[in-house]
């Protein structure tokens, strides 16, 4: 059977030095409202070591008293954080806390990212923490580059077992795939219902297998194999599709390619995910590419690309304007694609978007495979 395993949510300790009790309880409020990842603040006498430290440079001591947390708390990332730039090269965390904006920085930070560079009187900002393994510093301009770009990988939905599985659905016929001889899946389109021959574990793990030999045989109409059926097409092919894309986007989108949700999934009968309720709010209402989305909803991006591999896969994601310009050579490829994280919606890019959803609206033009979703989506 289909399980609903749920991903554990990351803890991050973290430790507040210099800051009033005003501050920090604007940060508690933040993180009570964030399920992503669990901040667990921390006080000096604990014991625990702190991931992310954040001092007051505006308190009295200021950079003095960051210097000793930095030397303090030598494993772990020491913010600065204050309203104006620090005079020292160090992370920089800025005021006043912004509640969109706030996990967005402090992954960045925790990645190393959002230093601030004091480098011959000149201040760059941001520019990636330096680490051992580095031979020569970064110049101003790839500093800025690396700090606000995320390399994320792609994979195409039409290999491996995912693939075959979405194959025998379209070919609307009874079909069973195996896997080294024996049986994984067995596909009966007529009846929207599939057997899942192998437990959760061994299913999941064949769809992260980038190569794998899948052969599909015709199951017999004289064959009491669809007795067997266990699961719906829909709840099979969303959990196959969120354990394939393993935090990578699903081919053919780019971070340029602007989507929406063309209906809410029904998520009680198919298998959680983190961040899905909030996803599924807003992108029913509005048309986004991953770059807006990843700045408009600061979420975890491996969350983000798996909701929209299984959203996509399933037919509940609608892509209103795939870019194909020539930059794409830069910007993505088969494997992997650069997601700016600097990127903010502009209201040209939102009017386009819409203009492009009503006009795909008004044409309703859709696959053999869309067809054949939108008649399971309504069952």
């Not at 609903?4 to 430790?15: G, H, I, R, S, Y």
């Amino acid at each position: 059977m289909i399980s609903n395993d749920l991903p554990q949510v990351k803890t991050v300790k973290l430790l507040f030095i210099a800051m009033d009790e005003q501050q920090q309880a604007m940060f508690k409020m933040a993180f009570k409202m964030h399920n992503t990842t669990n901040y667990e603040v921390i006080s000096p006498t604990s014991g625990d070591k702190p991931e992310l430290v954040i001092v007051d440079g505006d308190s009295s001591g200021g950079v003095a008293t960051w210097q000793k947390a930095k030397a303090d708390y030598r494993n772990s990332t020491v913010v600065f954080f204050s309203e104006s730039p620090p005079s020292v090269t160090a992370p920089y965390l800025a005021k006043p806390i912004k509640f969109d904006t706030l996990f967005l920085s402090l992954r960045n930070l925790l990645k190393g990212n959002g230093v601030w560079v004091v480098r011959g009187g000149n201040n760059i900002q941001p520019a990636p923490a330096k680490t051992k393994s580095e031979q020569a510093p970064s110049s101003p301009q790839n500093a800025t580059h690396r700090a606000t770009e995320l390399i994320i990988p792609r994979f195409d939905p039409d290999a491996g077992l995912l693939g075959a599985f979405r194959k025998a659905i379209y070919q609307q016929k009874n079909t069973v795939l195996l896997v080294d001889g024996k049986p994984a899946l067995a596909v009966f389109p007529s009846i929207s219902r599939v057997w899942v021959a192998i437990n959760s574990e061994q299913l999941k793990t064949l769809c992260r297998q980038n190569h794998i030999t899948v052969e599909a045989k015709s199951i017999p109409e004289d064959n009491n194999m669809q007795e067997r059926a266990n699961a719906t097409i829909i709840s099979t092919l969303w959990q196959m599709a969120l354990w394939t894309a393993n935090g990578r986007l699903v081919q053919p989108l780019t971070p340029q390619s602007v989507f929406r949700l063309r209906g809410w999934p029904n998520l009680t009968r198919l298998a959680p995910l983190p961040e899905s309720l909030r996803l599924s709010a807003f992108l029913t209402k509005t048309a986004v590419n991953l770059n807006m989305l990843y700045k408009l909803l600061p979420l975890d991006m491996s969350d983000i690309l798996n909701y929209i591999a299984a959203t996509y896969l399933t037919d509940y994601l609608v892509v209103t304007q795939q870019n194909t310009s020539s930059i794409h050579t830069t910007q993505y490829s088969s494997t992997q694609a650069t997601v700016d994280t600097s990127a903010t919606p502009n209201e040209e890019q939102m009017r386009a978007a819409g203009s492009q959803q009503a006009a795909n609206k008004q044409s309703g033009q859709s696959g053999l495979l869309g067809r054949l979703m939108k008649k399971l989506l309504n069952k």
